[in-house]
């Protein structure tokens, strides 16, 4: 428990954060199951689409701190490979 107020603020604020967080990854997966799906129904526009869709998606995930760089660049290198093959 908090005993002060500057940690009673900063526990508001991680729970803020927490939330907010969560929003965004379940919005990041959610698009990445998007491609996935399309890749595996072998739709290769939809597929493309889907592909130009999350690659922001995810950049945008790395600037609020909620992927690390690396497991962006990773994620989107293999869904890149997933789109690639189907061509």
Do not use: C, W
């Not at 998606?57 to 093959?85: C, E, F, P, Q």
Request: proline share 1%.
């Amino acid at each position: 428990m908090a005993n002060t107020a500057q940690a009673r603020k900063r526990a508001r604020q991680s729970e803020n954060n927490r939330v907010r967080n969560s929003g965004q990854r379940s919005k990041l997966r959610t698009f990445i199951k998007k491609v996935i799906a399309a890749v595996e129904s072998g739709d290769v526009e939809q597929a493309k689409t889907a592909y130009a869709t999350v690659v922001p998606v995810i950049d945008s995930a790395v600037n609020k701190g909620i992927l690390h760089k690396n497991k962006a660049a990773r994620n989107k290198s293999r869904l890149n490979a997933r789109v690639r093959s189907m061509a």
